[in-house]
Each structure stands twice: as C-alpha cells, then as structure tokens.
C-alpha cells in the first residue's frame, strides 16, 4: 500500500503548498495565464502560511486556464475541503490531510493517493506560477465523488447486481499454467452470488455456463435490469512485464479526457466522446469495492482505480465497474487465483463493497476506506462506526481544539466541467469507439 505517511506534516500545522524554486524553474511556461474568479467574493488563492485553514460554506474556486485546461491550484483544493498539508521532501508531492480525507498529487504525474488507495488522474498534475495545478476534470470527476461521497446525485434502491463474468467460451480470456481466466471469473461469479442474495440482492448473471457471450449482449442484460449497478469480472495478463502483480479497478473514462492507458495526452482526446449519466455513481461504486478489495488482500499490489471505455462499461447504463483480481501473467498471483479459497475471498470482498454503496446510496453511510478494514482485520478496532468514522486513520489523535476542521455539510458544489464549457478543440471528434477489452 501507499498511504502517505503524514504524521510530521499535520504536526507542523503549516498549509505551505508553494512550489520551491527549484520545482518552479523545472515548470515550462506554457500557458494562456487567464485567471478567471466566478464569483468577485472568490477569495484569492495564496500560498500564505496559515495554521488554521478555514474553509467557509461559499467559499469560491479559482479557475486557472493553462492551455486548453482548467485547473485548480492544490491550495485552493485545500481550503475547499478543509485540509491540512505540505509539499514533501522532494519537493514534487503535495500531501493533504485532514483526518478524515487524505490527498496526495505529484507534479508531472497523473498518479494520485486519494484515501489510501491509487487513483490515476486523467492529467498530470502542473506547475504554474509558484502553484501545483490539478485539472478540472480531475478534481470534478475523481477527487470530489472520494472527498463527498455524500453529494453525488442519486436516485432510487440498488436492488439487483448484474454480475458479467469476463469472457467464455471460445474466448478464454488471459491463462496461466493453473487454468483459463473464464473459469476463474465465472467461479467468482458463482461465488459471489450467494453472498450478495445473503445480504438482500437479486442477483442476475450474464453467462452461468462456459459460453461466448457478446459484449453487447452483457450490456443489454445490464440495462434491462431495473434498481441495479453492474460488475465485470476479469483477471489480468500482460506480456510484457512478468513481474506485473495486483488488483485494478475500471470505470468509464469521462468524457473530454484520456483513459488511463492513453499514453497521449493529444487534443483529439478532449473530444465528444460519450460520458454517462452514471458516471459519478460508477466511480464511486469503483471506489469502494476497491477499498474493499486492497482492504482485503494485504499481500495484493495496489494497481489503482482507473479510466477505460470499455464496451461493457460504455454501453451499460447503469453504475458499473471492471474489476481485474489479479494478473496471471505472474506465477504469485496465477497461483493464488487458482485456489478455490482465495477467489471465495476476492468475491466476499466484492460483496462487501457492494454492500458498502447500496449503504452509500440508500442509506448516505460514508464507505470504509482501505485503512479501516486493514485495522479491523487486525483487530484494532472491532466496531467501526460508518457515520463517524475515526478522526485519525493514520496517525494519534491530537489535543482537542487542535484538529483541523471536518468537511462542511453544506458547500457550493465542486466545479464542473459543464459548467463552464471549455473552446471547442480544432481537430475533428474522433467517432466514439470501445477500447479493446482486458
Ligand atoms: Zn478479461
């Protein structure tokens, strides 16, 4: 795992998120520079030491457009959200805290720490006049739906879980030397299945059997099922790094930016390709089976939650995720996806996450994040109580009076990026299209 150790930094109570000189000269000028406040009441977003960062309920954000982007400046991200931090010793990270959210972003990096987990931003993270920048999309579309679970906008019951074990048939999926990834994802299924009606689901399959089932098709079954989210299930492979270990977690890419495995960051992906009415749903939904599954699995590399357009997650509806449980590419992991026991496990931690959003969503319980199931596991703690989650996850409890303060319930909305159309990008839109599936 890869939770910032933060200790040190909350001590020193210091908001300081100014690049150093250094990192500044290593930041090219290439920016339109235009400053944009849409409110006049904005408060200016500086790199002022302060030791008590007081985020107000109509506190503004400050747009800064570099190129053909917007970005927030990570102080600004602080104070929204009422957290703590401090750039690391690099000079490179910015780690962000406040008990009971955690953030860390790296300059020229499109990887991030959100709650303990890796997440892969869409955009690298810049420098621009003394500031670290976050995109837009980025802080709209995967930090806010972590930070403020509570503000996604939903409706209805989560009742049914499609379950879409990858592959079948004559499409075996990735192998090892112990068996086929379509017979480990329809054993998962099989699995999983009996749990989730335990817990009060209904349960629809895509395939029962080992049978070629179009992606298409196991779109159409998903939307055709009411009151319900999806969940994909596959097994890594890559040949080109045996080494390559751990769990993974997809949702649909949003519109106007790159998947995760888009090397590019070319103009033709800010193009029209499709978004979903469910994506914040979707996202969250990744989110917290993931938590569930690195919370579950101590030995499992964090790989991260990421972005793709895959058919099954493009043409479905419904919130819906693909979960990669492993790569059989390597020998660790092909073998402990080959024990009947352990992919039992992998589906209990599935199930557990699926519970935690139907309580998001039904009941707004904030989700167990990866720290928590990791101390409850080792009997740190025996009750955990979702409504008031511990103040610290990582580190003692402070002096009363001394802790930073608590998200504010009530708060503009995140910025979004339909808010405030972007220009048109030059090049033509590029037809909508899937990714090749894992
Ligand atoms: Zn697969």
Redesign the pocket.
Known sequence: MNAPRLTSLLLAGVLCLSLGPVALAKSKSKDSSSKSSPKSSAPKSSAKPSATPSPTPNQDWQVIKVGPRDYLSVDNIAKFYGLLGNVDSTGKSVVLNNGRNQLQVTLESREAIVNGVRNWLCFPVIAHDNKFLVSRIDLAKTIEPQLRPQMIQRSGKIQTVVLDP??GGFDK??ASTFGN?KTYTLDVARQLRPMLQAKGFKVVMTRETDVFIPLEVRARIANATKDSIFVSI??NATGSNPAATGFEIFSLTPRGAPSTNDESLALHFVNMQAGSPVEAQSMELSTVVYHSMCGHFLEEFDRGIKRARFAVLRRANIPSILVEGGFLSETGDARRISDTDWRKQLAESICVGVEGYRALVEKKQRPMLVAEYRAQAAGEITVVDLASPPSRLDQPASTPGSNPPFIPVVNTVAPSPTARPTAPPSVNPTPEADEP??
């Open positions: 990858g592959h999926g990735a990834e596959h097994f599936e894992p």
